[in-house]
């Protein structure tokens, strides 16, 4: 019999409680692929922060839960000329990794209306200038501008563990890079780092906020 998701991820926080030493984390499930139902299963279980990569998957997903009051996180590459409508719907974006792409978000006509949206500024941590991120040579630049934007409210850093590498020394790097965001700002003491396969190095060095998906959800109905 296949385990229910609300088990899932009643035994998966059980795991977190064990680990993160009384330190404040936050589970956020990542439901791609996923019927919006397991949402709400979810959400009747008690959880409250979910998280989707995808933007029409995730508008669809957050207009039809508006009723259960939850936060939504958008954690995939966030497209400029899609930035602001993503914006409409999620509540904190974890994907902020050029200064373009702010001025998209504060742009628009005036009057409109312009939700602040927490915001992590998203770390390259490979060294192919093609992966989503930002270099860290441009970290500093980029998290003053966040934090200038009165559309955007600066929370810390995001980053995925590169492929090949130990997930460990990768995110021992990214808590480097937390620590110059939180020179700039005390207050942006987020790190959002850790999916189901590393959840447990990413937790070792720092992390805030955890993107779980198929441990929780189980495997995605289609796709990968």
């Known amino acids: 019999m296949t385990e229910a998701p609300a088990a899932r991820l009643a035994a998966f926080l059980e795991q977190l409680e064990d680990a993160r030493r009384a330190r ?39 207009e039809a839960t508006t009723d259960l009051g939850l936060v939504w996180h958008f954690v995939g590459q ?4 899609k930035a602001r409508q993503v914006a409409r719907y999620a509540d ?7 200064i373009e792409l702010v001025e998209a978000l504060e742009g628009g006509e005036p009057g409109d209306e312009r939700p602040v949206r927490d915001a992590l500024v998203q770390v390259n941590l490979t060294d192919d200038p093609a992966r989503g991120g930002v270099e860290p040579t441009g970290l500093e630049a980029l998290a003053e501008r ?21 997930p460990g020394r990768a995110f021992e790097r990214l808590a480097t890079y937390a620590e110059r ?5 005390a207050s942006a003491d987020w790190i959002s780092a850790g999916m189901s396969a590393d959840w447990r190095e990413a937790l070792e060095h ?19």
Do not use: W, Y
């Open 24 to 62: 404040d984390v936050t589970v956020v499930v990542v439901t791609k692929f996923h019927p919006v139902e397991l949402v709400r299963e979810l959400a009747a279980a008690g959880h409250r922060h979910f998280g989707e990569n995808r933007h029409p998957e995730a508008r669809d997903k957050a």
């Open 146 to 166: 966040v934090a200038a934007s009165e559309a955007l409210r600066l929370r810390g850093v995001m980053a995925v563990a590169p492929l090949g590498e130990e």
């Open 206 to 224: 720092g992390a805030t906020h955890l993107r779980i998906g198929t441990a929780i959800t189980g495997n995605r109905a289609v796709g990968g």
């Open 181 to 185: 965001v939180r020179r700039l700002d």
């Open 92 to 98: 904190v974006l974890h994907s902020i990794d050029a």
């Open 78 to 81: 966030l497209q400029r000329k």
